[in-house]
């Protein structure tokens, strides 16, 4: 089963406007972290936002924000005033423990292809 | 501060041919993975280590092994490579639950 579903393959955004990226998770553990990567073309992981799931507030990194709603399992990114270097593809992630390991691991979406249009 | 080094960036390889992917962190982090990313989808957890001498299998372990021998140093072995092989790897680390620092990838093609 699923556990990160991200319902956007791909989104057109006009340069300035905001964006709100899907992302819906799936786990049974009540200790839980969901982050948000940014993969430019040149392939990097760039780490952008991270949401504890006992955080009390939504987390918020510059333009970046995180939507979280622990009810409906979503934890939706909100990107503000949109610039052209915000194209690239967006990764939701739940970091979680690893079944039968001594560690904790992250379990990737399938992406989010953001294009930004001047 | 170099972070998660990876080597090589790109390698082409044949079928059945064998190789290591080398991956190295200098900010003294107990947790290293590797990670693939199959083309439009996400990363998916192959190999793990919570320290020195000691590693466990993630999501999609077959086909590879790794080591650590070292803090610094994690290893992932291709034995006999194969083209569902073909795919991005990611090296990362992280000092405890998270805080992930990822390598800039390598991009292997079996051929």
């Known amino acids: 089963a699923q556990k990160i579903t991200q319902t956007q393959p791909g989104m057109f955004v006009q340069e300035k406007e905001a964006v709100t990226l899907d992302c819906t998770y799936d786990?049974?553990?009540?200790?839980?972290?969901l982050f948000w990567y940014k993969q430019p073309s040149s392939g990097e992981m760039i780490f952008l936002i991270y949401?504890?799931?006992?955080?009390?507030q939504n987390a918020t990194e510059g333009r970046y924000s995180l939507n979280f709603q622990k009810a409906r399992k979503s934890a939706n990114l909100v990107i503000s005033a949109s610039q052209l270097g915000d194209s690239a593809m967006y990764f939701c992630?739940?970091?979680?423990?690893?079944?039968?390991?001594?560690?904790?691991?992250?379990?990737f979406g399938k992406g989010t292809h953001l294009i930004i249009q001047p | 501060n170099a972070g998660v080094t990876q080597t090589p960036k790109f390698r082409i390889l044949k079928i059945g041919q064998s190789m290591t992917l080398q991956c190295a962190q200098d900010?003294?982090?107990?947790?290293m993975y590797w990670y693939r990313q199959d083309p439009g989808m996400g990363l998916k957890l192959i190999y793990y280590?919570?320290?020195?001498?000691?590693?466990d299998k993630g999501e999609v372990p077959n086909g590879y092994n790794v080591s650590r021998s070292t803090t610094e140093d994690f290893p992932l072995r291709l034995e006999l490579a194969a083209p569902s092989q073909t795919s991005v790897y990611f090296c990362?680390?992280?000092?405890?639950?998270?805080?992930?620092?990822f390598g800039s990838g390598t991009r292997l093609t079996v051929v």
């Open positions: 990362a680390s992280s000092p405890a639950l998270y805080g992930y620092t």
């Open positions: 786990t049974s553990d009540p200790s839980y972290g």
């Open positions: 949401q504890g799931s006992y955080d009390q």
């Open positions: 992630a739940n970091l979680e423990a690893i079944a039968g390991g001594g560690a904790d691991g992250l379990t």
């Open positions: 900010m003294n982090h107990n947790y």
């Open positions: 280590s919570v320290g020195a001498g000691i590693t």
